[in-house]
């Protein structure tokens, strides 16, 4: 008993002191300020690969630290345009969740499981049988924390690959309204707003729709399912 606490002690220390070092990382370099449409200007419009490749590195580590992914993807739009923006958006999502469920996976099991055993095990039931179909669902709603939910799946059992590809599926509709309001296309500012609105209102209201249909008695959680009534 005494070993397993050492090891849970150890274990959470490396995470804290890390998440320390990444916030301060953070703010030495000036990150944390850079996603802006100006900094888009001078370090990724027009820049090439070069551009993209700091954009997805940047966009990444972003979302893998619980900044808000619908930043990125607004960037993304008025970095690249819709269709450019949606490509390099969802891949830049997908790597955040990569990259935050497997560091959960690899260092913070232990820890979280101590201090949030209810809610894997909730989000474990909810992913075990159809991992894909169930992450989909989970993208889909417009409540609860993209952070949370890899780091929740990623100390559970679920299998990798069938969560990230559900993932990737479900971020696409919001990806989709974020990017186009940020996008420079040729639509009236108006439109392109309402648009927006629109499809998120509509992207939502399908989330619901789809997690009070297709859980099959599963639960995510007390308040999201609040949400969802």
Not at 85 to 107: E, N, P
Not at 217 to 228: F, M, V
Request: aromatic residues 8%; charged residues 15%; hydrophobic residues 55%.
């Amino acid at each position: 008993m005494a070993g397993v606490k050492l090891r849970l002690l150890v274990k959470g220390l490396i995470v804290m002191i890390s998440l320390v070092a990444l916030g301060w990382g953070l703010k030495a370099s000036g990150l944390g300020d850079m996603l802006d449409t100006h900094w888009v200007d001078a370090k990724i419009r027009g820049h090439g690969l070069s551009g993209d490749m700091i954009f997805l590195g940047i966009g990444s580590v972003v979302i893998a630290i619980g900044l808000p992914r619908q930043a990125v993807c607004f960037l993304a739009g008025y970095a690249f345009g819709l269709g450019g923006g949606v490509l390099l958006a969802t891949i830049a999502s997908v790597v955040g969740c990569v990259l935050s469920f497997l560091y959960a996976r690899l260092l913070g099991r232990d820890l979280v499981m101590h201090k949030f055993a209810p809610r894997v095990r909730r989000i474990d039931d909810f992913l075990h049988d159809n991992p894909m179909t169930m992450a989909v669902l989970i993208r889909f709603l417009p409540v609860g924390s993209n952070l949370l939910t890899n780091i929740l799946a990623g100390v559970s059992a679920v299998r990798p690959v069938p969560f990230f590809i559900g993932s990737a599926v479900g971020y696409l509709p919001q990806t989709v309204v974020f990017v186009l309001l940020g996008s420079g296309i040729h639509v009236d500012p108006v439109l392109r707003v309402s648009l927006s609105v629109v499809l998120f209102v509509a992207s939502a209201v399908l989330g619901v729709f789809l997690y009070k249909r297709l859980r099959h008695g599963h639960s995510l959680d007390a308040e999201i399912d609040g949400e969802a009534e």
